[in-house]
C-alpha cells in the first residue's frame, strides 16, 4: 500500500526496460508506465508489456500501461554539412523541399506550414532554441527573418505557435503503433498534437473502449477547447514541454494550474509531465526548484506525476522515482494540500451515486476513517470517489482486470482483484479482510460503498460504517 495519494508514471527506455529494472522501479514507486512509441520498435514493446504483466501477476498489485503515439512531427529538412549557421537580423528562405539547395535556404517539407504562414508570424526552431519572423509568404516559399543567431542543423522541430495545422493528430506511423498497443492489451493510449476536439473523436473511433484516451494538452488550440477535450477524453497530460515553446514560459505554469482545475471538476485524471526531476538524467539528486516544481503539481491536485528521460535513459532511475516519492509523501503532509479540496462541477447533474460518495467523504474526515472500500465492476464508483477527494485512502475492490489496471491512474485508488459479492454480510466481510490485507488493524472504521441488488453495474446505492472487529456498529 502506498503512502500517497498522487500516482507516478514512468518512462520505460533502454535504462528501465529489463525484467528486474521494471520490477524494482514498481517496488520503488512506479503506478503507471508509458511506453513511447517515438522510440519504440514494436517487438520492445510486447516484450515490455509481458514483464510489466508478470510484475503485476507476482505482487498482485495492478499496475497501469499506457502507449504515446509520437504524433506529427514538424521538422526542417537536411542541410549539406553540419547546417545553416544563422545571423541575428539576417532574411532566409524557407522552401518546401526535403533538403536545402542553396546556402540561404531552409527546406521545411510540410505543405501544411506554408498553408498557414502570414506575415508576423513567428516560427520557433529546434525546440525554441531559435527564432524567425515571416515577413512574406506563399504557397511553398517564404522570407522570414532571424531573431536569434545559433546553427540549425538537419531535422529539427518546427513550432508554430498560435497556428491550427490542417493536419490530422494521427499519422500512418501512429496508425501502425496503436494498432500494435491495441494487440499487446494497453490500458490507455496517449494521444500527441491534439489541437482540436474532433482530434480525440478521431482516435476514439478507432479505439473505442479497448483501452482509455489519453489527451496530451500541448497545444495553445488544444487549451482553447480545453472543456470540450476533457469531456471527450478518459485522462489528460500537461506536456509542459511543448507548451513551453508554443507559450510564453510564464504563461505555462497558469495554465498548468488552469488544466489540473478543470480535470479535477471533471473527474477526469491528469498527469503533469516533463522536466520534473530532468537533472537526474545525470545526477543522484535534483534540485531544490525541481523539487518544489513536483511538490507544486501535487498540492494543486494532479492524479499523478510523470518521470521521462530520468527513467527512460537516466543513470538512477530506482533513485528518481523513490525521490518522487518521498516528495509526494512530504507534500500530502502539509494540512494546507489543495490536492485533498473538493473541487465540484456545479453545472453537472448530481445522481445519487454522486451523493453517496459526497458523503462518505465527509464521513471519512469526520470519522478518521482508514479505508472507503467500493466495490465497483466498472470502475465508476472508485473514479467518483477519486474526484471527491477523501481523506483515507480508496480500495477499488472489482473482478475485472481491466478496470483494475484503469484505475490505477487515479489518485487515492488502490485497485484489488476480488470476486463479486452476493450478500450484505459477504460485503462487510471481504471489504474487511482487504483493509486488514492492505494495513488496517482492529478497531479502524472503513467505509464500505455498493450497489444494490449486487452484481449490477452503474447502482451505487449502498454505503455502510463498519468497525474493524466490531460487527453490529
Known sequence: ????????????????SSPSMLRLLHQAGVDVFRLNCSHGEHDRMTTTIAAIRET????????AV???????KIRTGAFKGEGLDLKYGAKYRLRLAPEASDADVIPIPHKEVFAVLKPGDVLKLDDGKLQLTIETAGADEAIARADTPGLLSSRKGVNLPGKKLPISALT????????HALKIGVDYVALSFVQRPEDVSEARAIIGERAGVIAKIEKPSAVDHLDEIIALSDALMVARGDLGVELPPEDVPNIQRRIVRACR????????????????????????AEASDVSTA???????????????????????????DR???????DPECASFSLLDDPSSEHTTADAITLSARRIAEVLDCKFAVAYTKTGSTARRLSRDRPHCAILAATPGAEVARRLALFWGVAPVYTDDISHFHEMIEKAEALSLEHGAVDGDRII???????????????LKISRIGARGE
Open 66 to 72: 499506457f502507449a504515446d503515439l509520437q504524433g506529427p
Open 298 to 324: 501535487v498540492f494543486q491536485g494532479a492524479d499523478a506525476v510523470m518521470l521521462s528521460a530520468e527513467t527512460a535513459v537516466g543513470r538512477h532511475p530506482p533513485t528518481a522515482v523513490a525521490i518522487m
Open 56 to 63: 503485476s501477476a507476482e505482487t498482485g498489485a495492478p499496475i
Open 448 to 462: 464500505i460503498l455498493a450497489g444494490y441488488p449486487f452484481g449490477r453495474p452503474g447502482k451505487t446505492n449502498t
Open 172 to 179: 500512418e506511423k501512429d496508425r501502425a503503433d496503436l494498432a
Open 327 to 333: 516528495i509526494i509523501a512530504a507534500t500530502e503532509k
Open 265 to 288: 471538476r471533471a473527474g477526469k485524471p491528469v498527469i503533469v509531465a516533463t522536466h520534473m526531476l530532468e537533472s537526474m538524467i545525470e545526477k543522484i539528486a535534483p534540485t531544490r
Open 1 to 16: 500500500m502506498r503512502k500517497r495519494q498522487c500516482k507516478i508514471v514512468a518512462t520505460v527506455g533502454p535504462a528501465s
